[in-house]
């Protein structure tokens, strides 16, 4: 079992950027597909991000593509979602999400076991 805990959201300019860290609990992070969902007030949760166990292989959504960088440190048992050139768009409350799995890549929500509490992320115009 893992434990996800999401941080660096915030207030921001149309333009500029955050990064996001999911830190997450246990010995076994490394063997976890992890990803990152969001959700805006009214709408359904929609994928942002996902990367593989080894950070190999990164897939994104087509809204963010060019913009947003899923990575992940191992050794600190973290994933982060940098995120630039942010939109007003781009407002939603940002979830980590994690998956037991060495498989390929994951982009359905409800694939992922693990939640963390989500962290705001606005982006004024």
């Known amino acids: 079992q893992v434990q996800l805990v999401e941080s660096g959201g915030g207030l921001v300019q149309a333009g500029g950027s955050l990064r996001l860290s999911c830190a997450a609990s246990?010995?076994?992070?490394?063997?976890?597909?992890m990803a990152w969902f969001r959700q805006a007030p009214g709408k359904a949760r929609e994928f942002v991000a996902a990367i593989n166990w080894s950070g190999s292989r990164t897939s994104s959504a087509d809204s963010v593509k060019g913009r947003f960088t899923i990575s992940r440190d191992n050794a600190k048992n973290t994933v982060y979602l940098q995120m630039n050139s942010l939109k007003p768009e781009d407002t939603a409350v940002y979830y980590c999400a994690g998956l037991f799995a060495r498989g390929s890549l994951y982009s359905e929500a409800n694939e992922y076991l693990y939640w963390g509490q989500g962290t705001q992320v606005t982006v004024s115009s």
């Open positions: 246990g010995r076994t992070f490394s063997s976890y597909a």
